[in-house]
């Protein structure tokens, strides 16, 4: 009986050992199998999509679960001293245990209880055990920093006394299927009382077992309230954005959008956008998918500009910028975004119509357009400038207006009294030589560039050659000038003719009368003389008077003599004689005898003054002849004659080769003009002796009716 008691007196406390033992290990596989969940739960295959940087949280759990580990090792040895007590104490049977071995039996149980509350409680993450019905077993330093409250009011208590609202769960099912389950995880809304703030844990639940039933559970919640509310902003700002986002596979399949893109391309709901084949957003049929890379599994940032088809078949156009993400050194998404510039590439096409509308405008002015800064450099030059100066565009373009070659300084001066304000518009006309070396007369006018706001911002200029019309309002005046002293010829023939007529009669009485023989000679001289100026005083009239409208029977030879006579005196002056035999076999043409004078007298005046510039004496050579079918009249000087590289404009009008304020250069030109009015022509060449050869014909048919209506 003895041994008995003693046996179970022995056996009592190896019992409560070994209860001790199983209660450990049973907490170490149930903080094994919470950091398991934890890290299964938390995994970062989860957490690698948001932005911020929560992958941490396994590692740290990871962390953790080393540290219990090492803790768990520690009370392994401890539990194993108590052992080899207890097997002391069974080797002295019957012996009452001292006082010494018991203390140092409580020591250690002490010691243990002591380091598992210091691990507990070392941890960043808030633990605590509960019952069922919700009252507190047992809790670590952070819940009672979290609820402000120690540790021996939280013991206990139920958890609702310091809540200010029920908990709220993203996970369903309640307790039921946590019972089953015996384990949860997920994040949990929590409001404190006197605290308005949501706050957001995520937990992972462990049911505690005894008995083979659950008797409460044990928690590991991670503060992540931070992250919550970054993942809130961040789905907001996604959900806000003008800009379209998207996430896709590498074959171009969208994986997620925000409504925005939902938007730019013209959908109803983001499922229907997402449901789409990759190929039904490419505008061109065929080719890879717009969103994709074509098998390319770079995944470095890309920005291109790409061309979607919208739900209404619109074309979308939009600038488009990804970045893959890899995973174990492969592509497994392609995230970006979508900025629409349809309406920006819409406008900036109507923009460049626009601008080349105004560039052909502007190119189509007959005036040459130049824009000027206030800096006094071109901003701007028409292409007119290639016709006008022989120059293009860049030859002024970024230039100063005072300080470019050859500028005529009348340009810069219109251009300052603009640019300061002095007038808002001033013209000015000066001269400027082309690149030929020709010089042109060009009419420059100034006004006032402004810009939006009406500030003055440059001055515009715009230039014409005037040099045609400079020649024949010198034209103008030279015929109005002749037309006058047509009308002066004209009355001072008249007052001559009345003196002459009376000389002449005077000296043929005179002739009648008797007296010596030498008186005789000086009366015929006197009345030789008085006819030849009665000749040229009709000559005068012949060529003052205005010509009568219509054409009538004009004798070649007497009009040739006609024009002879009318320029004797300065051909005599200039020792040019003229050579003209008169040709009797020519018949009357029907002409304007003036028009045709006029031709006549342009051509000797020209000899005339080629003649003089270039020799002291020379002859001017008249010869009429006929042709089967044409009469001509041929001129021919001994001059310095005409250039070859001149003989194919000498017609031209204002062509001229004579010196400044010698000529207009139409002479020739209405030369032509009236010959062809007439049916004929006007031909130049170079004589092969030397001087100019001028040959005019007309039509045989012209002088047969002429010699008809005769």
């Not at 156009?317 to 309406?343: F, K, M, N, P």
């Not at 048919?701 to 010699?707: H, R, Y």
């Amino acid at each position: 009986m003895l041994d008995e008691d003693a046996t179970s007196a022995r056996s009592g406390p190896a019992n409560r050992l070994e209860r001790e033992e199983s209660q450990l290990w049973r907490w170490a596989l149930g903080l094994l199998v919470l950091f398991a969940a934890a890290v299964a739960a938390l995994s970062w295959q989860q957490l690698k999509d948001l932005p911020y940087r929560l992958w941490a949280i396994p590692a740290g759990l990871f962390a953790l679960a080393v540290l219990f580990a090492a803790y768990a090792f520690g009370r392994k040895r401890e539990v194993a001293e108590l052992k080899q007590i207890l097997r002391d104490f069974q080797g002295q049977a019957g012996v009452t245990p001292s006082e010494e071995q018991l203390d140092q039996l409580g020591q250690l149980i002490m010691r243990s209880q002591r380091n598992f509350k210091e691990l507990i409680d070392s941890l960043d993450d808030a633990a605590l055990a509960i019952s069922l019905d919700g009252t507190l077993r047992t809790v670590n330093r952070r819940i009672t920093e979290i609820l402000g409250v120690p540790y021996s009011h939280l013991v206990g208590h139920k958890l609702e006394e310091f809540l200010g609202a029920p908990l709220h769960a993203g996970a369903t099912g309640g307790l039921a299927r946590f019972l089953e389950k015996r384990t949860w995880s997920g994040v949990v809304e929590v409001r404190l009382k006197n605290d308005s703030r949501r706050l957001y844990y995520d937990c992972v639940v462990n049911a505690i077992v005894k008995g083979g039933e659950v008797t409460g559970a044990s928690v590991l919640a991670r503060d992540v309230t931070a992250h919550r509310e970054k993942e809130q902003r961040f789905t907001q700002l996604f959900e806000s954005l003008q800009e379209g986002v998207y996430i896709s596979n590498p074959e171009g399949k969208l994986l997620e959008v925000n409504p925005a893109l939902v938007s730019i391309l013209g959908y109803d709901s983001k499922e229907d956008l997402l449901n789409l084949p990759p190929e039904q957003l490419n505008v061109d049929a065929g080719g890879d998918p717009v969103l994709g890379r074509g098998g390319s599994q770079s995944g470095r940032t890309r920005t291109r500009e790409v061309r979607l088809r919208r739900k209404d078949g619109g074309v979308a156009v939009c600038v488009d910028t990804s970045t893959g993400v890899t995973e174990a050194g492969r592509i497994v998404r392609y995230q970006g975004t979508l900025v629409d510039v349809t309406e920006k590439r819409a406008l900036e096409q109507q923009l460049r119509r626009q601008e080349e509308f105004r560039r052909h405008l502007l190119e189509s002015f007959p005036d040459l357009i130049l824009v000027l800064d206030l800096k006094g450099q071109y901003t701007f030059v028409s292409a007119r400038i290639g016709e006008l100066l022989g120059y293009g565009p860049e030859h002024l373009m970024g230039k100063n207006v005072a300080e470019t070659e050859n500028a005529p300084p009348e340009l810069a001066e219109i251009y300052r009294t603009v640019a300061t304000g002095e007038s808002s518009l001033t013209s000015r006309e000066y001269g400027s030589r082309h690149r030929d070396g020709s010089w042109r007369t060009m009419l420059g006018m100034a006004s006032p560039l402004l810009d939006a706001e009406g500030k003055p911002a440059g001055v515009i200029i715009s230039v014409r050659d005037v040099t045609m019309e400079k020649k024949l309002e010198q034209q103008i005046i030279q015929s109005e000038r002749q037309a006058a002293m047509g009308q002066m010829i004209g009355g001072f023939a008249h007052e001559l003719n009345n003196p002459l007529t009376s000389i002449l009669g005077m000296a043929e009485l005179l002739q009648e009368g008797d007296m010596s023989e030498n008186a005789r000679k000086q009366i015929a001289i006197l009345h030789q003389q008085a006819r030849r100026a009665a000749e040229i005083v009709q000559n005068l009239q012949y060529f003052a008077r205005p010509p009568a409208p219509g054409r009538g029977p004009v004798n070649l030879n007497e009009l040739v003599q006609r024009t002879v006579q009318m320029q004797a005196y300065p051909l005599r002056k200039s020792n040019i004689t003229v050579d003209f035999f008169p040709e009797p076999a020519i018949p009357a043409i029907m002409a304007d005898p003036n028009q045709l004078m006029q031709v006549f007298l342009n051509l000797l005046l020209n000899a005339e003054q080629a003649i003089r510039e270039s020799r002291e004496k020379g002859t001017i050579r008249i010869r009429i002849g006929r042709n089967p079918d044409s009469v001509w009249v041929v001129f021919q000087d001994d001059g310095p004659g005409i250039a070859p590289e001149n003989l194919a404009h000498i017609f031209d009008p204002f062509f001229t080769t004579k010196r400044p304020g010698r000529g207009t250069g139409l002479g020739l030109s209405i030369c032509k003009t009236v010959l062809r009015e007439h049916g004929g022509n006007i031909e130049a060449a170079t004589s092969p002796d030397g001087g100019a050869l001028f040959t005019i014909t007309l039509p045989v048919a012209a002088a047969e009716s002429g010699t008809a209506a005769k």
